[in-house]
């Protein structure tokens, strides 16, 4: 079945760091793909999308690219801040289904 | 109240308790859903609702119940749980087919504790 594998965590780095979090996946077809990010104490929230080969999401300094050669999408930011400090959640849609498959989450930490 | 609201935000309950977490969307979407959060495992997906039917249930334990009365309305009924269903229970909308859009819209979740 579709599922999605992303790197462990806890990831600790200094604020201005270079972040890339890894995530690989597992689908029939033509996925789309999703980052969502979780800030303590409250909800998941979409952070960016891409829906083919090639696209490249990007939102608040983040970015991803769809690459469906190595069927990948990891997340990158040139320079983190302390405000990035979150849990974020690699995830997956098929056209026919109703639903989103979620990674297990990578927690990220920046230190001052 | 906006968004997507759950209460309670945390609760506690022996394993013969019966007790029921409760969902509200404000956001005028027609699709609703109940996800489990557990340290270090993949969101599961418990059931989704799309127009008030269920359309989706991942071989969820009997003694999770899901009730869905109206479009921005959403229950998860519990009974006679077991330690290991101790974790975050997220209950998130959407508007249309979430695989066209993407977009969840997710509460804070209710931290269930199973003693």
């Known amino acids: 079945g579709d599922s999605v594998t992303q790197m462990e965590g806890p990831v600790t780095l200094s604020e201005e760091a270079f972040l890339t979090i890894n995530c690989t996946y597992t689908?029939?077809?033509?996925?789309?793909l999703f980052w969502y990010v979780q800030y303590p104490g409250e909800g998941l929230q979409l952070l960016l999308k891409?829906?083919?080969?090639?696209d490249k999401g990007s939102n608040k300094g983040f970015e991803a690219t769809y690459r469906k050669e190595t069927t990948s999408f990891h997340l990158e930011k040139g320079s983190v801040q302390v405000s990035d400090s979150a849990v974020y959640f690699c995830?997956?849609?098929?056209?026919?289904?109703?639903?989103?498959?979620f990674g297990s989450g990578t927690r990220l930490s920046i230190r001052p | 109240e906006t968004g997507v609201t759950q209460t309670p935000r945390h609760l506690v309950m022996g394993m013969t308790n019966k007790k029921s977490l409760k969902c509200e969307q404000h956001?005028?979407?027609?699709?609703m859903y109940w996800y489990k959060q557990s340290a270090k495992k993949p969101l599961e997906l418990m059931f989704v609702y799309s127009l008030e039917e269920r359309v989706e249930n991942n071989s969820v334990p009997s003694r999770f119940s899901p009730e869905c009365p109206n479009s921005s309305h959403l229950f998860l009924h519990l009974h006679t749980l077991q330690p290991e269903d101790s974790a975050l229970y997220l209950c998130a909308s959407s508007q249309g087919a979430v695989a066209n859009t993407g977009e969840l819209f997710f509460g804070e979740g209710s931290r269930l504790t199973v003693l």
């Open positions: 689908a029939t077809g033509y996925p789309s």
């Open positions: 956001l005028g979407h027609n699709a």
């Open positions: 995830a997956l849609s098929r056209s026919s289904a109703s639903k989103i498959i």
């Open positions: 891409a829906t083919k080969a090639d």
